[in-house]
């Protein structure tokens, strides 16, 4: 089976500052005096946040005399993105960020300085098929190689959601992470796009002064923005919460999750200033009073990841989940069990709501083809010099590149293994293109890797210096953009590897080692991934659907919704505020002010669930839909087959309808006052029936009256035109008869023997 890269293919859970737990019976403080349990938190040296106070007309007061009092400048403005007054500021030397915290804040013209604070991904642990993705659709059977299978139902009712809508019509939702693979095929036509910049751009590399593509270097944003939106019913891959959407990304996290403070606060207001109604955040970490006030001036809603430490928040808060704003909604992760997933923060005061977030199935990066500048797939002399004890391996397959095995001793301490190139590459400055460091890696082994560029002139300066556990048993493609090195005419590069001594195999391989121009998708990838990083995009899919439906609502509607309509879940008691997981098709149907029958593009099987009002109950009730010459029809039985209704036949419950539309529309009803019982006598073999109630219940309870006389119950899914999954009385898995019987919604039902359908509990 394959496995993730574990330190660039993560399965992420979160992202957050850096970080140790306190002790527990008490917590330390911020650099502003913020109650928090990160002791030490890092941040940037050299520079700080300011944020000015305005003055009574409105206007900003001016910090220029202050920063040129202590020789301090400024070098970010985020007035250019809708936050007045705020303004990152490089420091002299001569001050620490302790003493410019005290100076700023000591000033009556500025309302708070804080620490530029640096943010770090949390990890866990870690289709083209969409039974993999159990967090949609939960049938009670496997989802992935060697686990056990998950619980029938737990799930955020996506198949039934979809019937609702798969699209958020126009809502833009921003993926504020490590970027998106921007050419992913099941990606790249829901990802939204810009030409302010005079280049057509997918979203903003916050990382970068030119403006560049977002490119997803590590993994993790690609992953999140998959589970909001993989592109659906396209025959390829996995399927996203919402099929059809706009997502927005915005890397702010660099090639293995880190940032920081003042990019997230950067990527928070472009999001809002271009319009971004849902902002998803699977980072977390200490009280910023930057970011709480973006927030708050944000009509967005912002979707929050809880973390990923099995701490409760009440006690120890991180943020922005913990932000008491009305605009903010907290997430847990459950597993496929309808369990709170082990590694999941909780606070039944400060988390609002549940959603998978284990072994979640999702996008990665691509695998790409490359224009080469350079490559030496042999790995000869004259290019590269070899440290260490390399075997060199030929490729096992026609055309396979050589690749170099490291061969590790049991009693290796702390050796130094490295591949240098032995002269520059010469990078055309005419292209107008962003040259690629590129290479393949298999290993398994625990220690460092440090990648290092020099132009031939200076020193070797770092790109990569990242201490992790490598794991990954078939070759996978990793890339550096090489933005920040474009500018030199010429490079060359150096990979170092140092296992370090106590947990070694003796696997590490890599080949491929290239320079060049980014082309074409030559595979698409997908994998699994845990954390409430993958549950709060769940969410913020599910957000998405609701703001597409109902535009008009706000951020704190739209949370409500979500909060209101969760399903209850004792492992969620006590541990949010909800106690429920969420429900993507209890939450749009919340959403319905008027009794309909909804109708999709083509034929349509439907039902009423009660007694319709006198006047409103016949046929004409559909009288309005564009049916292209269709009639509606009515299956008498085995013997007489359909029937064409006329304007003036009655509609009644229990029984199924046929109806052809051209369009997507809504058939209004009006059920009567009156309460009398109904029944319906139905024969041996297959009927088309409905149900009895104007919300889900189980198949099982449906059909009570009928005993052990029916078999199956075949319902049909009108927003992709084929019949769903039969239900089998006494089934396990998704052919359950503990699965609902929808509302509005006709069914093909076969019994063995006369019986009577009798609406009510039994």
């Known amino acids: 089976m394959k496995k993730q890269i574990f330190w660039i293919l993560v399965c992420l859970a979160g992202l957050s500052f850096s970080f140790g737990l306190a002790d527990d019976t008490g917590y330390s403080t911020n650099a502003i005096g913020i109650p928090n349990f990160l002791p030490d938190p890092p941040y940037v040296n050299g520079s700080i946040l300011v944020q000015a106070k305005s003055n009574s007309d ?20 985020y007035g250019t993105v809708g936050i ?12 620490s960020v302790p003493d410019a915290i005290r100076y700023y804040s000591g000033n009556p013209a500025v309302a708070y300085a804080e620490p530029d604070y640096y943010v770090r991904a949390l990890k866990t642990p870690d289709d083209p098929q969409f039974w993999r993705q159990w967090g949609l659709s939960n049938t009670g059977t496997p989802f992935k190689e060697n ?6 139902g737990a799930d955020i009712s996506a198949l039934h959601g979809w019937n609702e809508t798969t699209a958020t019509h126009g809502t833009i939702i921003a993926v504020l992470d490590t970027g998106v693979d921007i050419g992913h095929p099941d990606l790249a036509k829901n990802l939204w796009s810009s030409s302010e910049s005079g280049t057509i751009l997918h979203g903003i590399n916050i990382l970068e002064d030119k403006p560049v593509e977002p490119w997803d270097d590590y993994g993790h944003g690609t992953h999140c923005a998959g589970v909001i939106g993989m592109i659906g019913n396209n025959g390829e891959g996995g399927t996203g919460v919402a099929w059809n959407t706009t997502i927005m990304p915005i890397k702010v996290l660099n090639y293995f999750g880190n940032g920081k403070l003042s990019d997230l606060a950067f990527g928070m207001a472009y999001a809002t200033m271009h319009d971004a109604s849902v902002i998803s955040c699977s980072f977390g970490g200490e009280y910023s009073r930057v970011m709480e006030d973006i927030i708050r001036q944000s009509p967005a809603l912002f979707v929050c990841s809880a973390g990923n430490n099995e701490v409760d928040l009440n006690r120890y808060p991180q943020y922005p989940a913990c932000y008491n704003l009305s ?8 597993d496929a069990q309808d369990h709170l997933s082990d590694f999941s923060n909780y606070g039944n005061r400060t988390v609002h709501v549940g959603a998978p977030g284990s072994d979640i199935y999702s996008t990665i990066p691509s695998r790409y083809s490359y224009t080469p500048l350079f490559e030496d797939p042999t790995f000869s002399e004259e290019n590269f010099t070899l440290t260490g004890n390399w075997t060199r391996n030929p490729g096992t397959m026609p055309g396979e590149p050589v690749s170099l095995q490291g061969v590790l001793p049991e009693d290796l301490f702390h050796d130094t293994y490295s591949i240098e190139m032995n002269k520059t590459v010469l990078i055309p400055d005419d292209t107008g ?11 398994d082994f625990w220690g460092s890797l440090v990648i290092e560029y020099s132009n031939g002139v200076v020193n070797w300066t770092p790109l990569w210096d990242y201490t992790a556990y490598f794991e990954e048993d078939d070759w996978r493609q990793l890339f550096i953009p090489c933005n920040s090195w474009y500018s030199d005419p010429s490079y060359k590069v150096r990979f170092s590897y140092q296992p370090f001594n106590g947990v070694i195999k003796n696997d590490f391989s890599i080949r491929n080692i290239m320079i060049g121009y980014r082309g074409e998708v030559i595979k698409p990838e997908y994998g699994y991934m845990s954390g409430t990083s993958m549950a709060a995009p769940m969410v913020s899919g599910m957000a998405g659907l609701i703001k597409g439906i109902e535009p008009d609502l706000t951020a704190e509607e739209v949370k409500q919704v979500i909060m209101d309509t969760t399903d209850p879940l004792p492992s969620l008691q006590e541990r949010t505020i909800t106690g429920g997981r969420v429900n993507l098709s209890t939450a749009q149907k919340s959403l319905k002010k008027d009794d309909i029958i909804p109708l999709y593009p083509g034929w349509n099987h439907v039902s009423v669930p009660s007694r319709l009002k006198e006047g409103y109950d016949t046929a004409q009730i559909f009288a309005s839909v564009n049916s292209s010459g269709h009639s509606v029809l009515v299956y008498v039985n085995n013997s007489t087959g359909y029937k064409t209704l006329s304007m003036n036949d009655p509609v009644v419950p229990l029984q199924g309808y046929w109806v052809y539309s051209t369009s997507t529309m809504a058939v209004p009803v009006r059920f009567s006052d009156q309460i009398k019982p109904f029944s319906r006598e139905i024969q041996a073999g297959w009927s088309s029936v409905g149900g009895w109630m104007e919300t889900d219940i189980s198949a099982k309870e449906t059909f009570h009256s009928l005993m052990n006389t029916w078999s199956y119950a ?13 239900i089998i009385r ?7 008869d503990e699965r609902p019987i929808q509302p509005y919604h006709g069914y093909w039902l076969y019994c063995s023997q006369n019986g009577t359908y009798q609406a009510g509990f039994g």
């Open 84 to 95: 007045s007054g705020l303004s990152l500021i490089a420091l002299p030397d001569t001050i």
């Open 730 to 736: 006494g089934g396990t898995g998704n052919q359950s």
């Open 147 to 152: 686990t056990s299978p998950g619980l029938s």
């Open 58 to 77: 409105g206007t900003i007061q001016t910090l220029s005399d202050i920063n040129a009092a202590i020789g301090a400048e400024v070098t970010r403005d």
């Open 714 to 726: 075949t319902g049909y899914d009108a927003v992709v035109q084929q019949y769903e999954e039969p």
């Open 327 to 334: 605009n903010v909604i907290a997430v847990v992760a459950t």
């Open 433 to 443: 293109k962003i040259p690629y460091l590129v290479w393949d890696i298999k290993s």
